[in-house]
């Protein structure tokens, strides 16, 4: 099964610009062509582009990616080190997710101050 560049953009939620940013600085590899010269995209780039998906969407930064995908071309040799890379991102994530859970706190105390106020302003306008 093949994709063109727009049907590739609508399942992957890629922008038709993000994918030729990504070929152009190596993130898709090999990406073929038809007759025309039109990229066209292979269930196995939709699979590799999920990845990056993911990757991207979690905030790894670009210059991992680019390792990530030089590891992954180095096929099974690579595990050891991409399984590394992965668990350094999940640990990225995890204090991402901290410090979030921290600054919601600080939200819900704000929220539960202003509800205070208001049910203070309400019981001296109702008497």
Not at 5 to 26: K, M, N, Q, V
Not at 67 to 81: M, V
Not at 90 to 115: F, G, M, N, P
Request: contains cysteine.
């Amino acid at each position: 099964m093949t994709y063109t560049p727009g049907e590739t953009a609508e399942r992957t939620g890629f922008s038709l610009d993000t994918l030729r940013y990504y070929e152009r600085i190596g993130l898709l590899d090999s990406v073929d062509r038809n007759a025309g010269g039109q990229r066209v995209f292979t269930d196995d780039d939709l699979t590799w582009l999920g990845i990056l998906r993911c990757l991207r969407d979690t905030g790894m930064p670009i210059a991992r990616m680019l390792r990530y995908a030089e590891l992954a071309r180095g096929g099974d040799a690579t595990f050891a080190e991409r399984a590394e890379l992965l668990e350094e991102h999940d640990r990225d994530i995890e204090s991402k997710i901290a410090a979030l859970r921290d600054e919601q706190e600080r939200i819900r105390e704000k929220i539960s101050w202003y509800r205070t106020q208001l049910d203070l302003t309400h019981q001296t306008l109702t008497g």
